[in-house]
T-cell receptor, first 116, second 109 residues
């Protein structure tokens, strides 16, 4: 069964450093998403990406965040200058179509980011 | 009013019992609705979409009431493996998804 994969599973970084989180969505999916979940809190939408551009973003997704699909398979989230409050689990998801339609999102196993 | 609201629980339910979760959403323009389950420190996994006419998948039944902006999930004949957090998920724009905080379920042997 096809699945979303994410690397690394755990990333530790120092405050102020840049991190890149990587995702390989399901191969025939067209819509890609990043979410975060701070420990003990709810899953929060960050950004959605379609046709090589951002289609929606939340207020959390400020100028320190960026996303890219550098090739036909990878989808990355970059955090330019990490803060302590960026420590969270980051989930990538993909779907075959917009969720306004019939298709559902499938999540990767997440990258746990720890900022020290 | 929160965008997506759920009773956090926990619900402690004996094995074999029926349990129901409710969820309310604030945006009347919301288009699609889903239930996900999340095990501790794992990713959310899609359980089922929720259709206007209501839908069933084995022991699971989902209902949508657009007039009341309310979604429900019913689990019949609960199993120990049903223990998890159940997330109500609503899409409010084409590509923006809002998760509820989830309801924790513990199935007791």
């Amino acid at each position: 069964e096809p699945e979303v994969t994410q690397t690394p599973s755990h990333q530790v970084t120092q405050m102020g450093q840049e991190v890149i989180l990587r995702c390989v969505p399901i191969s025939n999916h067209l819509y890609f998403y990043w979410y975060r979940q701070i420990l003990g809190q709810k899953v929060e939408f960050l950004v959605s990406f379609y046709n090589n551009e951002i289609s929606e973003k939340s207020e959390i997704f400020d100028d320190q965040f960026s996303v890219e699909r550098p090739d036909g398979s990878n989808f990355t989230l970059k955090i330019r200058s990490t803060k302590l409050e960026d420590s969270a689990m980051y989930f990538c998801a993909s779907s075959g179509s917009r969720t306004g339609g019939a298709y559902e999102q499938y999540f990767g196993p997440g990258t746990r980011l720890t900022v020290t | 009013r929160k965008e997506v609201e759920q009773d956090p629980g926990p619900f402690n339910v004996p094995e074999g019992a029926t349990v129901a979760f409710n969820c309310t959403y604030s945006n009347s323009a919301s288009q699609s609705f889903f239930w996900y389950r999340q095990d501790c420190r794992k990713e959310p996994k899609l359980l089922m979409s929720v259709y206007s006419s209501g839908n069933e998948d084995g022991r699971f039944t989902a209902q949508l009431n657009r007039a009341s902006q309310y979604i429900s999930l019913l689990i019949r004949d609960s199993k120990l493996s049903d223990s998890a957090t159940y997330l109500c998920v609503v899409n409010v724009l084409d590509d923006k998804i809002i998760f509820g905080k989830g309801t924790r379920l513990h199935i007791l042997p």
